[in-house]
């Protein structure tokens, strides 16, 4: 049963716009939230995490929105640079467990 | 620092064989979880070993199963592969009290099941 759901699979977005990732989780329990960015041959590396006492959290071009009553969060990545093309994960997990649970990702591609 | 390192990078094996895969964390990490990676399920914890102790356990069969050493290397074998045990295999390294988001994760070890 898959607890964290990425319901698209690609996206495009042209060089220099807004990339919105989106994210579903089922399970009430998360309470840390987490986006992987994967290059292929290379492990997912940590690209910026959200706590459930907050709805948004921002470093750089990159701001995670959080709405809990949803149960749904978002990546925005503004502006979307080529260096950006590469499949992104959310993850979910309970504070203080150091499991994850990862929905399936979505490639993102920036055209230049 | 070197990162985590996983090998073999890639492997073929036939349904029924059994496979061991290793992993070497950052240097001074102690805890390393492992992950599946299939295309239809994304990446499905494995388990979590700390000090040589599985700490944490995924949803996977018995034929699933791990141990970590002294100096907190760690290996996965899977025994009477099948054909679904195809996939990217992960491993994650983390220190002591780091959180989720202090995971390092590695290249990654491809199998093949044929």
């Known amino acids: 049963d898959q607890q964290v759901k990425q319901n698209s699979p690609s996206l495009s977005v042209q060089e220099g716009r807004i990339s919105i990732l989106n994210c579903d989780y089922t399970?009430?329990?998360?309470?840390?939230f987490l986006w992987y960015k994967k290059y292929p041959a290379e492990g997912p590396t940590f690209l910026i995490s959200i706590s459930s006492i907050k709805d948004k959290n921002e470093d750089g071009r990159f701001t995670v929105f959080l709405n809990k009553s949803a149960k749904h969060l978002s990546l925005h990545i503004v502006p979307s640079q080529p260096g950006d093309s590469a499949v992104y994960f959310c993850?979910?997990?309970?504070?203080?467990?150091?499991?994850?649970?990862f929905g399936t990702g979505t490639r993102l591609t920036i055209i230049p | 620092k070197a990162g985590v390192t996983q090998t073999p990078r890639y492997l073929i094996k036939t349904r029924g064989q059994q496979v061991t895969l290793s992993c070497s964390p950052i240097?001074?990490?102690?805890?390393v979880s492992w992950y599946q990676q299939t295309p239809g399920q994304g990446l499905q914890f494995l388990f979590e070993y700390f000090s040589e102790t599985q700490r944490n356990k995924g949803n996977f069969p018995g034929r699933f199963s791990g141990r970590q050493f002294s100096n907190s290397r760690s290996e996965m074998n899977v025994s009477t592969l099948e054909l679904g045990d195809s996939a990217l295999y992960l491993c994650a390294s983390s220190l002591v009290l780091a959180g989720v988001d202090e995971q390092f994760f590695g290249p990654g070890t491809r199998l093949t099941v044929l």
């Open positions: 993850a979910a997990t309970q504070t203080g467990a150091n499991n994850l649970f």
């Open positions: 240097s001074g990490h102690r805890s």
């Open positions: 399970n009430s329990m998360f309470d840390y």
